[in-house]
């Protein structure tokens, strides 16, 4: 579910705590979060609804000045509508791991389990390390750029770096990514296992 950056900042501020979608299938749960960058949000609640059930609050809830500029926003398409309760839950946990560069014997052991099944499920072999060499040494280059230099679909390269990502090893750009400062220590890390 993507949020502009005025939508965001209203979640941020407590001022926004809804959102209108119209979906074929919800890409929302009940309960679940949703990373952003401001942080994550907590889902709570998501509702099939008409557009009766749509009041001027609710509008205002959602960002809109009315309810006739929230069902112009949404416009015809296709999809069932919802009507998505959310707000702020707290600082995305990546953020503030992918800046340790200190990484504890007990905590490398169990990393170097997670990085071991990822190694165990590429295509070509193993590619943790050779992913956070590329990245290193070409930060904010296009994802389209870095899979054709390793010879890969982008789809498949993408995927996979948003693996890496999620242990904070790498972070998004405007355009591409870069290795965070754990990343680095784990690809020390790697290559002297090597």
């Given at each position: 579910?993507?949020?502009?950056?005025?939508?965001?900042?209203?979640?941020?501020?407590?001022?926004?705590?809804?959102?209108?979608?119209?979906?074929?299938?919800?890409?929302?749960?009940?309960?679940?979060?949703?990373?952003?960058?401001?942080?994550?949000?907590?889902?709570?609640?998501?509702?099939?609804?008409?557009?009766?059930?749509?009041?001027?609050?609710?509008a205002k809830l959602a960002g809109f000045k009315s309810k006739a500029e929230l069902l112009q926003d949404l416009g015809?398409?296709?999809?069932?509508?919802?009507?998505?309760?959310?707000?702020?839950?707290?600082?995305?946990?990546?953020?503030?791991?992918?800046?340790?560069?200190?990484?504890?014997?007990?905590?490398?052991?169990?990393?170097?389990?997670?990085?071991?099944?990822?190694?165990?499920?590429?295509?070509?072999?193993?590619?943790?390390?050779?992913?956070?060499?590329?990245?290193?040494?070409?930060?904010?280059?296009?994802?389209?750029?870095?899979?054709?230099?390793?010879?890969?679909?982008?789809?498949?390269?993408?995927?996979?770096?948003?693996?890496?990502?999620?242990?904070?090893?790498?972070?998004?750009?405007?355009?591409?990514?870069?290795?965070?400062?754990?990343?680095?220590?784990?690809?020390?890390?790697?290559?002297?296992?090597?």
């Amino acid at each position: 579910m993507l949020l502009n950056a005025k939508h965001l900042e209203g979640i941020a501020s407590g001022k926004i705590k809804l959102a209108f979608r119209k979906w074929k299938k919800p890409t929302v749960k009940s309960g679940g979060r949703l990373r952003t960058r401001i942080g994550v949000l907590a889902i709570k609640a998501v509702d099939r609804i008409s557009e009766k059930e749509i009041s001027e609050r609710d509008a205002k809830l959602a960002g809109f000045k009315s309810k006739a500029e929230l069902l112009q926003d949404l416009g015809s398409r296709d999809g069932f509508l919802y009507r998505i309760r959310l707000s702020l839950a707290g600082p995305d946990e990546r953020i503030a791991l992918r800046t340790r560069h200190e990484i504890s014997s007990v905590e490398w052991n169990e990393l170097k389990k997670k990085l071991d099944r990822l190694d165990a499920h590429g295509i070509n072999g193993p590619w943790v390390a050779q992913f956070l060499s590329v990245v290193s040494l070409n930060p904010g280059v296009l994802s389209t750029t870095l899979a054709s230099s390793l010879g890969l679909e982008r789809k498949w390269f993408k995927e996979h770096m948003r693996k890496l990502k999620e242990l904070g090893l790498t972070e998004s750009l405007g355009i591409g990514y870069r290795i965070s400062p754990r990343g680095e220590t784990v690809l020390k890390r790697l290559h002297l296992s090597t």
